[in-house]
């Protein structure tokens, strides 16, 4: 599909990328259903949660992106949905416009309407959207250029889904299938296991990346930082570059900061075990970058 961008000097929206500097995201506190979220096992949370903590942890959040310099949009709306507070999932906004994904947890399937009202509020058109029988999660997309989509097959991003992205956005989209960790309960999304954090560098789990997308990020050039098992449940794998270069990450995984930092990056880490760790989103996950310079 071809679609026009605006002009450089005119862009209000655009993420095509998972590093360029980031200008502006939108963020959803975390609030009464959040509060809920382990009243219900479907949710997938691991324990009852302490709001307040998580209410905190997550205006150090935003406290952190306004100090690099992003402008942070909070979704005022609140549903009873716990994972809305997760808005990279349920919607992508590429250079064209917006794209409502359909996500394949099952409470989440409001949630691409609840932002594409946000985004058309703020003048972002729709480009396109998912429909049934496809479902995309968020969490199985990542740009490793701005004309190179990877994309996740995984327990919520199913071949159906795949396919309609990549006719929405056009260029050079790769799908991998994403093994299980663990059983099949637990859901590996593409950005469980690797987080671009430079043009070539990137941080991984190695033993959950697919064969596939280690080859392309050889071909490409892009220097791995590999993190620790031990790493892996406390969202050690799960980075937001601000920039090129400058992240932000969950605190308490000291063996892959210290690892970015060996590579020259600048590492922001920020407390997350409740607003994150206990429903399984890490920084990512709780950032939709609306534009990327």
Not at 195 to 206: E, G
Not at 245 to 268: C, K, P, S
Request: a negative charge; aromatic letters at 4%; one cysteine or more.
């Amino acid at each position: 599909m071809t679609t026009e961008t605006p002009a450089a000097t005119e862009r209000t929206w655009g993420a095509q990328s998972m590093t360029a500097p980031l200008l502006d995201v939108l963020v959803k506190a975390p609030g009464p259903a959040f509060e809920a979220a382990y009243d219900e096992i479907a949710h997938g949370f691991l324990r009852h949660v302490d709001l307040e903590s998580a209410r905190r942890e997550h205006d150090g959040l935003i406290e952190t992106l306004t100090r690099l310099g992003t402008r942070v949009h909070v979704l005022d709306v609140e549903t009873d949905d716990p994972d809305l507070v997760y808005v990279f999932d349920p919607l992508l906004i590429a250079s064209g416009g917006a794209i409502p994904l359909r996500p394949g947890k099952p409470n989440r399937a409001g949630e691409p309407d609840v932002l594409e009202a946000w985004t058309r509020a703020h003048g972002i058109p729709t480009l396109g959207r998912i429909e049934a029988p496809g479902t995309v999660e968020g969490g199985d997309t990542c740009w490793l250029r701005p004309d190179l989509l990877c994309v996740g097959r995984s327990l919520r991003t199913n071949d159906a889904g795949a396919g309609q992205l990549a006719a929405i956005v056009g260029g050079d989209v790769r799908t991998f299938d994403l093994p299980y960790w663990k059983g099949a309960a637990e859901l590996v999304h593409l950005l469980s296991v690797i987080s671009p954090v430079a043009d070539d560098l990137a941080v991984v789990f190695l033993p959950l990346l697919p064969a596939g997308l280690f080859e392309l990020l050889s071909d490409l050039g892009i220097r791995l930082v590999p993190v620790p098992e031990e790493e892996y449940p406390t969202l050690g794998c799960n980075v937001l570059a601000v920039r090129p270069g400058v992240v932000v990450t969950a605190e308490g995984n000291d063996v892959t900061r210290a690892r970015l930092e060996a590579a020259g990056v600048e590492v922001h880490a920020v407390p997350l075990r409740e607003v994150g760790e206990n429903g399984s989103g890490g920084v990512t996950c709780l950032t939709r970058p609306v534009l990327r310079a």
